[in-house]
């Protein structure tokens, strides 16, 4: 079993930075190291969306167009945490970020995933950007 739990959301101005942590727990039959693991948001009245997603190695991170060039996403295997670092903050990245573990899906079909398919899902963390 996974647990996940994301931290570092907030109020910050356009223009500003935010670096979110998603803290898993596991039981000893999962190894987190070999876990994909990814960040989606989802703003009011909308779908849940895919952000970034990172490999189990830490070596291959995937992003959404919107938010390349301004997020980075990175994970510390020892520390069982993954990452997203939100620079260039805009009113249209306001949502509630939610951290994602997977190992069912290629590296490839992960971003086209419908969320439903996703099966271990933090609480969520609210990103507010005002203008």
């Known amino acids: 079993e996974v647990q996940l739990v994301e931290s570092g959301g907030g109020l910050v101005q356009a223009g500003g930075s935010l670096k979110l942590a998603c803290i898993a727990s596991v039981t000893p039959d999962f190894n987190f190291s070999f876990l994909t693991m990814g960040w989606w948001r989802q703003a009011p009245g909308k779908e849940r969306e895919f952000v970034a997603v990172i490999n189990w190695s830490g070596t291959i991170p995937s992003y959404a167009d919107s938010v390349r060039g301004r997020f980075t996403i990175s994970r510390d295997d020892a520390k069982k945490t993954v990452y997203l670092q939100m620079n260039g903050l805009k009113p249209e990245d306001t949502a509630v970020y939610y951290c994602?573990?997977?190992?069912?899906?290629?590296?490839?079909?992960?971003?086209?995933?419908?969320?439903?398919?996703?099966?271990?899902w933090g609480q969520g963390t609210q990103v507010t950007v005002s203008s």
């Open positions: 994602n573990a997977d190992s069912s899906h290629s590296l490839s079909d992960y971003p086209k995933a419908p969320p439903s398919s996703l099966r271990i």
